[in-house]
Protein backbone atom coordinates (compact mmCIF):
# COMPACT_ATOMS: atom_id res chain seq x y z
CA UNK A 1 0.00 0.00 0.00
CA UNK A 2 1.63 3.03 -0.83
CA UNK A 3 2.15 5.64 2.18
CA UNK A 4 0.77 9.18 2.19
CA UNK A 5 3.45 10.69 1.32
CA UNK A 6 3.79 9.23 -2.27
CA UNK A 7 0.27 9.54 -2.76
CA UNK A 8 0.66 12.77 -1.71
CA UNK A 9 3.06 13.27 -4.55
CA UNK A 10 1.51 11.46 -7.15
CA UNK A 11 -1.50 13.46 -6.20
CA UNK A 12 0.28 16.63 -7.11
CA UNK A 13 1.32 15.18 -10.28
CA UNK A 14 -1.64 14.55 -11.61
CA UNK A 15 -2.97 17.49 -10.70
CA UNK A 16 -0.25 18.89 -12.61
CA UNK A 17 -1.32 17.04 -15.86
CA UNK A 18 -4.74 17.92 -15.58
CA UNK A 19 -4.15 21.63 -14.91
CA UNK A 20 -1.68 21.63 -17.67
CA UNK A 21 -3.86 19.93 -20.11
CA UNK A 22 -6.72 22.53 -19.07
CA UNK A 23 -5.02 25.62 -19.16
CA UNK A 24 -3.45 24.50 -22.76
CA UNK A 25 -6.96 23.85 -24.41
CA UNK A 26 -6.37 19.87 -24.46
CA UNK A 27 -9.09 19.42 -22.40
CA UNK A 28 -11.96 22.13 -23.47
CA UNK A 29 -14.70 23.93 -21.08
CA UNK A 30 -17.30 20.61 -20.36
CA UNK A 31 -15.36 17.99 -21.02
CA UNK A 32 -15.89 15.26 -18.13
CA UNK A 33 -12.54 13.98 -16.27
CA UNK A 34 -13.67 10.29 -15.80
CA UNK A 35 -11.46 9.56 -12.76
CA UNK A 36 -10.76 5.43 -13.98
CA UNK A 37 -9.84 7.08 -17.46
CA UNK A 38 -7.37 9.49 -15.89
CA UNK A 39 -5.79 7.06 -13.52
CA UNK A 40 -5.56 4.59 -16.50
CA UNK A 41 -3.81 7.24 -19.13
CA UNK A 42 -1.03 8.35 -15.88
CA UNK A 43 -0.81 4.75 -14.53
CA UNK A 44 -1.94 5.76 -10.93
CA UNK A 45 -4.51 4.16 -8.89
CA UNK A 46 -7.57 6.45 -8.72
CA UNK A 47 -7.02 7.88 -5.40
CA UNK A 48 -4.64 10.40 -6.38
CA UNK A 49 -6.77 11.47 -9.62
CA UNK A 50 -9.71 12.17 -6.90
CA UNK A 51 -7.29 13.71 -4.43
CA UNK A 52 -6.48 15.91 -7.72
CA UNK A 53 -9.73 17.00 -8.87
CA UNK A 54 -10.42 18.11 -5.91
CA UNK A 55 -7.58 20.28 -6.12
CA UNK A 56 -8.84 21.58 -9.10
CA UNK A 57 -11.98 22.61 -7.73
CA UNK A 58 -10.60 24.58 -5.54
CA UNK A 59 -8.61 26.15 -8.17
CA UNK A 60 -11.75 27.21 -9.68
CA UNK A 61 -11.47 25.43 -13.15
CA UNK A 62 -13.18 22.15 -12.28
CA UNK A 63 -16.71 21.73 -11.40
CA UNK A 64 -17.74 18.93 -8.97
CA UNK A 65 -21.01 17.54 -9.45
CA UNK A 66 -22.44 15.11 -6.62
CA UNK A 67 -23.16 11.71 -8.20
CA UNK A 68 -21.42 12.41 -12.14
CA UNK A 69 -18.12 12.90 -13.38
CA UNK A 70 -16.48 16.24 -12.43
CA UNK A 71 -16.34 18.41 -15.96
CA UNK A 72 -13.88 21.34 -16.57
CA UNK A 73 -15.74 24.57 -15.97
CA UNK A 74 -17.33 26.62 -18.60
CA UNK A 75 -17.60 30.11 -18.59
CA UNK A 76 -20.42 32.66 -19.52
CA UNK A 77 -19.43 35.90 -21.08
CA UNK A 78 -20.44 37.43 -18.21
CA UNK A 79 -18.31 35.44 -15.88
CA UNK A 80 -15.14 36.27 -18.37
CA UNK A 81 -15.96 39.98 -17.59
CA UNK A 82 -16.01 39.74 -14.21
CA UNK A 83 -12.78 38.26 -14.21
CA UNK A 84 -11.51 41.05 -16.41
CA UNK A 85 -12.55 43.70 -14.47
CA UNK A 86 -10.64 42.25 -11.51
CA UNK A 87 -7.69 41.54 -13.52
CA UNK A 88 -7.01 44.79 -14.71
CA UNK A 89 -7.52 46.51 -11.22
CA UNK A 90 -5.24 44.23 -9.82
CA UNK A 91 -2.47 44.21 -12.41
CA UNK A 92 -2.79 47.62 -13.21
CA UNK A 93 -2.05 48.60 -9.48
CA UNK A 94 0.35 45.86 -9.79
CA UNK A 95 2.38 47.44 -11.99
CA UNK A 96 2.18 50.75 -10.67
CA UNK A 97 3.63 49.99 -7.18
CA UNK A 98 6.22 47.75 -9.27
CA UNK A 99 7.24 50.24 -10.81
CA UNK A 100 7.53 53.10 -7.78
CA UNK A 101 9.54 50.12 -5.69
CA UNK A 102 11.23 48.22 -8.07
CA UNK A 103 15.23 47.61 -7.17
CA UNK A 104 17.83 46.55 -10.36
CA UNK A 105 17.86 43.14 -9.46
CA UNK A 106 13.67 43.03 -9.99
CA UNK A 107 14.32 44.92 -13.32
CA UNK A 108 16.74 42.25 -14.38
CA UNK A 109 14.82 39.04 -13.33
CA UNK A 110 12.25 40.90 -15.73
CA UNK A 111 13.97 41.94 -18.24
CA UNK A 112 15.10 37.42 -18.81
CA UNK A 113 11.60 36.59 -18.39
CA UNK A 114 10.58 38.99 -21.47
CA UNK A 115 14.35 37.68 -23.17
CA UNK A 116 12.75 34.29 -22.52
CA UNK A 117 9.28 34.98 -24.31
CA UNK A 118 10.89 36.35 -27.05
CA UNK A 119 13.26 33.85 -27.94
CA UNK A 120 10.88 31.16 -27.31
CA UNK A 121 8.42 33.42 -29.46
CA UNK A 122 10.54 33.42 -31.90
CA UNK A 123 11.58 29.81 -32.31
CA UNK A 124 7.95 29.16 -32.08
CA UNK A 125 7.40 27.16 -29.07
CA UNK A 126 4.04 28.23 -27.46
CA UNK A 127 4.26 26.69 -24.53
CA UNK A 128 7.48 28.29 -23.27
CA UNK A 129 6.12 31.74 -24.65
CA UNK A 130 2.98 31.37 -22.87
CA UNK A 131 4.68 30.33 -19.13
CA UNK A 132 6.92 33.13 -19.51
CA UNK A 133 4.46 35.63 -19.89
CA UNK A 134 2.36 34.25 -16.94
CA UNK A 135 5.45 34.29 -15.37
CA UNK A 136 6.18 37.90 -16.09
CA UNK A 137 2.69 39.17 -15.01
CA UNK A 138 3.40 36.91 -11.37
CA UNK A 139 6.85 38.72 -10.47
CA UNK A 140 5.35 42.42 -11.39
CA UNK A 141 2.73 41.73 -8.52
CA UNK A 142 5.62 39.94 -6.43
CA UNK A 143 7.80 42.75 -6.88
CA UNK A 144 4.73 45.60 -6.01
CA UNK A 145 5.46 43.91 -2.25
CA UNK A 146 1.90 44.17 -1.60
CA UNK A 147 1.21 41.06 0.18
CA UNK A 148 -2.52 41.32 -0.24
CA UNK A 149 -2.13 41.59 -4.29
CA UNK A 150 -0.02 38.57 -4.12
CA UNK A 151 -2.01 36.74 -2.15
CA UNK A 152 -5.21 37.26 -4.53
CA UNK A 153 -3.37 36.84 -7.77
CA UNK A 154 -2.15 33.69 -6.60
CA UNK A 155 -5.45 32.64 -5.56
CA UNK A 156 -6.61 33.78 -9.00
CA UNK A 157 -3.45 32.56 -11.66
CA UNK A 158 -4.58 29.66 -12.77
CA UNK A 159 -8.06 30.91 -13.82
CA UNK A 160 -6.22 33.46 -15.07
CA UNK A 161 -3.44 31.76 -16.88
CA UNK A 162 -6.41 29.40 -18.68
CA UNK A 163 -8.62 32.74 -19.45
CA UNK A 164 -6.18 35.07 -20.84
CA UNK A 165 -2.81 32.93 -21.51
CA UNK A 166 -3.78 31.35 -24.48
CA UNK A 167 -2.79 34.05 -26.89
CA UNK A 168 -2.03 33.41 -30.25
CA UNK A 169 0.78 36.37 -31.48
CA UNK A 170 3.19 34.98 -29.54
CA UNK A 171 5.72 37.73 -30.84
CA UNK A 172 3.50 40.70 -30.41
CA UNK A 173 2.73 39.73 -26.50
CA UNK A 174 6.00 39.32 -26.35
CA UNK A 175 7.22 43.19 -27.74
CA UNK A 176 3.89 44.13 -25.70
CA UNK A 177 5.93 42.86 -22.64
CA UNK A 178 9.43 44.73 -23.76
CA UNK A 179 7.65 48.16 -23.60
CA UNK A 180 5.86 47.82 -20.44
CA UNK A 181 9.24 46.83 -19.12
CA UNK A 182 10.86 49.82 -20.48
CA UNK A 183 8.00 52.17 -18.82
CA UNK A 184 8.44 50.49 -15.22
CA UNK A 185 12.27 51.10 -15.54
CA UNK A 186 11.80 54.68 -16.61
CA UNK A 187 8.97 54.32 -13.67
CA UNK A 188 6.53 56.01 -15.90
CA UNK A 189 3.54 55.72 -14.06
CA UNK A 190 1.47 57.62 -16.58
CA UNK A 191 2.46 55.76 -19.26
CA UNK A 192 1.68 52.18 -17.36
CA UNK A 193 -1.79 53.11 -16.73
CA UNK A 194 -2.26 53.30 -20.02
CA UNK A 195 -0.62 50.40 -22.02
CA UNK A 196 -1.40 47.84 -19.15
CA UNK A 197 -5.41 48.40 -19.84
CA UNK A 198 -4.75 48.48 -23.23
CA UNK A 199 -2.70 45.25 -22.81
CA UNK A 200 -5.07 43.38 -20.94
CA UNK A 201 -7.93 44.35 -23.08
CA UNK A 202 -6.58 42.64 -26.27
CA UNK A 203 -5.95 39.52 -23.93
CA UNK A 204 -9.87 39.80 -23.15
CA UNK A 205 -10.92 40.37 -26.90
CA UNK A 206 -9.11 37.34 -27.96
CA UNK A 207 -10.31 34.95 -25.16
CA UNK A 208 -14.07 35.85 -25.87
CA UNK A 209 -13.08 35.17 -29.71
CA UNK A 210 -11.85 31.53 -28.33
CA UNK A 211 -14.28 30.97 -25.84
CA UNK A 212 -17.79 32.34 -27.17
CA UNK A 213 -16.79 32.81 -31.27
CA UNK A 214 -16.03 36.34 -32.91
CA UNK A 215 -19.83 36.88 -33.63
CA UNK A 216 -21.31 36.30 -29.91
CA UNK A 217 -22.11 39.76 -28.06
CA UNK A 218 -19.92 40.71 -25.51
CA UNK A 219 -21.34 42.05 -22.05
Request: hydrophobic share 50%; net charge negative; no cysteine.
Amino acid sequence: MPSAGMSGLESERVADALREDIVSGRRPPGSRLVERDIAAELQVSRLPVREAIKALVADGIVVARPRSWATVREFSPHDLQGFFEVREALETLSFVLAAQRVDEAGIALLESLVAQEAAAAALGDVETARKASTAFHMAVVRLSQNAMLLELASSLVTRLRWLFGQHGDLAEMASTHREILDAIRARDLDVLRRLVPEHLAEGRAAAHERLFGASAPRP
